[in-house]
């Protein structure tokens, strides 16, 4: 197995340009072993949950149905953290939940010390970008189209673009280095350089939080590990805190800095991934029967 | 500088709307030569004093009721398809239609009734009362889909409530018909086949408000519409209040298309062709564009509708829902054809 990249299961840190001297927060600080909850300080712009519980509240005759409880987690700026966890554990559920695209059951999120609760959807929206897996009718949109979208939050009542729109606009496509594809149709692109485009658009709301949904499930092994670059550069070279869920593990172990790790069960443990690889905190959420996780190489092998 | 396609089509399609609206004004039992029309809409004197009685009685009348009809249902269409995001939605797709055909069923047909007798009760008879009994229907309807879609999460559950509000008020109007005297349906059958003639000025001056409320709230919600090509958990998330935009598109839609409904009967497929046809002439997906586009294209191709239904050179008249769906449903066709993304059914 080659690592195209450098860096592997035992930490490397990948350095692309933006160096690791860029980053910012009490990212180091997220240290330790499997339970740990929140470690250091409250550092610039980090992501806290604090006692949160997701799930779906309570309808009639229904009880309030809970997915994830008493989260303890904390997402460094200008890091990357790679949620992880077998799938239905509830992964979307709480990116969905931090978003604030459903409501938190409770606990409290903040960002950079603000709570995000009772934020309106516009200002929520100027603090936080997300990137789902949720798929759309491209119809005749163009890329530059989609991108130009995520100045909503920050736009005028008329949509018109101003210079700084502009701007941020075409920083977001440099960022994913997507300015080739302003005027493609998006219908007409491919899967990887689609969702280039929608991390663009989630930048070009200049977002101090960035979550992203299984953003490689319709990528191939060169283009999942690329997103990965993309993503610790973003986090660096803004300095914001960027939170990628990804049912990939071995991807992650090998590209990721900080990890959540969800199971075994409901179980929530975090930590810098190598060290959630080490300590078999990886092994105990996914391994089954057949497969378990090696720490040594990353990956997960028959047993 | 170069000139930009939308920025072409967009004056094109000004231009259009003009020469079609003075062709339109010319046809009809006595035809009216252009320059005639071009005299009077400048001097208030076609020249001749019974083609001055005409054009001001019957053709301006026609003619901006076709502009209204076809601006307004093409908007409520575009509106419509973006909020489900589905290239088959029109004005009618929750049942505003069926309501005001209910509206007129218990009017026309359900005298004696108790429906029949509040309209009647109204103090309005003949013409009128059919337009306030269609208003009425397409108001019912909308109040039950808004406050169903209060409980509805997903637009497709309330697409579906839509459809079946509609069909179930279908129903009734064919309970309504299977026991009523000929003479009396043959008044429905008529109010059905759609027209954009017999609308006197009193008329427009409810007409036009209420297309010109529903444009411009369609323009007002562009920049969250273009939000919702994403999708709706995407547009919440830029922070669009999606419930909200998508109350105000169903007003909007209704204002419109419970107005033209009733003081034009259910004018069928302009509603869902002319979105087609206006994205596929500007190439662009932006609503701040699509909006004022379909305005001009819905003008246009609804007056070109009411001049094919005029035949010119003879004196027969066709039901405008005649031509309406015989260019409707091939352009309904090529659209989705010439839309690779659809051929594909990539969604």
């Known amino acids: 197995m080659t690592n195209p990249v ?42 806290v949950l604090v006692g949160l519980s997701v799930g779906y509240p309570s309808g009639w005759r229904r009880p309030d149905k809970v997915i994830l409880s008493g989260l303890e987690l904390r997402a460094a700026a200008g890091r990357v953290t790679v949620l992880m966890g077998p799938n239905g554990s509830g992964k ?18 903040t960002l950079a010390g603000d709570s995000l609760a009772g934020l309106d959807p516009r200002a929520r929206a100027a603090r936080l970008a997300v990137v789902l897996t949720e798929r759309f009718d491209p119809g005749l949109l163009r890329g530059g189209d989609v991108v130009a979208l995520g100045r909503f939050p920050h736009q005028r009542r008329s949509g018109t673009l101003r210079p700084a729109d502009q701007q941020a606009v075409a920083d977001a496509l440099a960022a994913v280095h997507a300015e080739d594809m302003v005027d493609v149709m998006l219908a007409r692109m491919s899967d990887g350089q689609r969702q280039r485009i929608m991390i663009a658009r989630a930048l070009a709301q200049e977002p101090a939080l960035l979550l992203l949904d299984e953003p490689s499930a319709f990528l191939d092994a060169p283009a999942r590990i ?41 179980l929530c443990t975090s930590g810098p991934v190598d060290t959630l690889a080490s300590s078999g905190a990886i092994g105990a959420a996914f391994d089954t029967s057949a497969v378990a996780f090696e720490p040594d190489s990353g990956m997960f092998r028959m047993r | 500088m170069r000139l930009q396609r939308p920025t072409v089509v967009l004056a094109g399609l000004a231009v259009l709307t003009v020469g079609s609206a003075v062709l339109a004004i010319g ?5 009216i030569p252009p320059s005639a029309t071009l005299r009077y809409l400048t001097t208030g004197d076609a020249g001749d004093p019974t083609w001055t009685v005409l054009l001001a009685q019957v053709r301006l009348p026609r003619a901006i009721t076709a502009i209204l009809a076809g601006a307004g249902l093409a908007v409520a269409g575009l509106l419509m398809q973006t909020l489900f995001a589905n290239p088959l939605a029109d004005p009618y797709i929750l049942g505003v239609s069926s309501g005001a055909g209910l509206g007129v069923a218990l009017s026309v047909l359900g005298t004696g009734t108790t429906a029949g007798a509040f309209v009647a009760g109204l103090g309005v008879s003949g013409r009128f009362r059919t337009v306030v009994a269609a208003g009425l229907g397409a108001l019912a309807i909308l109040a039950l889909v808004l406050v169903l879609g209060r409980w509805v999460r997903s637009v497709v559950a309330l697409l579906i409530i839509g459809v079946m509000i509609g069909a179930a008020s279908g129903a009734l109007v064919a309970l309504l018909l299977a026991f009523s005297d000929p003479a009396r349906i043959q008044k429905f059958v008529l109010w059905g086949l759609g027209s954009v003639g017999g609308t006197s000025w009193q008329d427009l001056l409810f007409l036009a408000p209420a297309v010109l409320v529903g444009v411009v709230m369609a323009g007002w919600l562009s920049p969250s519409l273009n939000a919702l090509l994403l999708g709706e958990t995407y547009a919440a998330s830029m922070g669009v209040g999606v419930r909200r935009i998508r109350a105000s598109a169903i007003v909007a839609t209704a204002v419109i298309a419970g107005a033209v409904t009733a003081f034009c009967g259910p004018i069928a497929f ?14 662009r997906a932006d609503h701040r564009l699509l909006v004022p586009a ?54």
């Open chain 1, 6 to 47: 450098g860096g592997n299961g035992s930490g490397g840190r990948f350095d692309d340009g933006a160096g690791d001297g860029v980053v910012a927060g009490g990212g180091d600080a997220v240290a330790g072993e499997a339970g740990d909850g929140v470690v250091g300080a409250a550092a610039g712009g980090d992501l």
């Open chain 2, 27 to 31: 046809v009809g039992s006595a035809s």
């Open chain 2, 294 to 347: 379909a305005v001009l294209m819905g003008a246009v191709v609804c007056q070109l509708c009411a001049v094919l239904a005029q035949l010119p050179g003879s004196d027969g008249v066709l039901p405008l829902n005649v031509v309406t769906a015989a260019i409707g449903a091939p352009v309904v066709v090529i659209a989705l054809l010439r839309s690779r993304t659809l051929a594909a059914g990539a969604a």
């Open chain 1, 226 to 266: 690329e997103l990965l670059a993309v993503l610790r550069r973003i986090a660096a070279e803004r300095g914001i805190p960027v939170v990628a869920s990804t049912h990939d593990v071995e991807a992650a172990v090998r590209m990721g800095q900080d990890g959540w790790l969800i199971g075994p069960g409901p």
């Open chain 1, 92 to 109: 979307s559920t709480l990116l969905r939940s931090i978003a604030g695209l459903q409501r938190c059951l409770s606990g409290t999120v």
């Open chain 2, 270 to 283: 302009l509603g869902i062709a002319i979105p087609h046809l206006t994205r596929l002439a500007l190439g």
